[in-house]
């Protein structure tokens, strides 16, 4: 069963998402507690470091897209500019 259910709603200011269900921050969790290793192993091997920050950020903002609201640039409540 698929659902349409979304997780990440747009930033009132700026561009980007926020958690707005539990799945949603269940997957930022899980990201943070990736990233922490990661961030202290960079001291040992900074490329193989970088890589797997790169990587596990590459899927949570794949995960944002997909899971998520349409991006768009905000400047408040009701102030949206489409930047195309």
């Known amino acids: 069963m698929k659902s349409n259910k979304i997780w990440f709603v747009n930033k009132t200011y700026g561009y980007g998402w926020t958690p707005s269900t539990w799945e949603g921050w269940l997957v930022v969790l899980i990201w ?3 990233f922490i290793p990661l961030a202290i192993y960079i ?7 970088m890589i797997g920050i790169l990587l596990i950020t590459g899927l949570l903002i794949y995960v944002c897209y997909k899971k998520g609201e349409k991006p768009r640039w905000r400047w408040g409540k009701g102030k949206d500019i489409n930047i195309k």
């Open 43 to 49: 001291e040992y091997n900074v490329t193989l470091g």
């Open 32 to 34: 943070f507690i990736l």
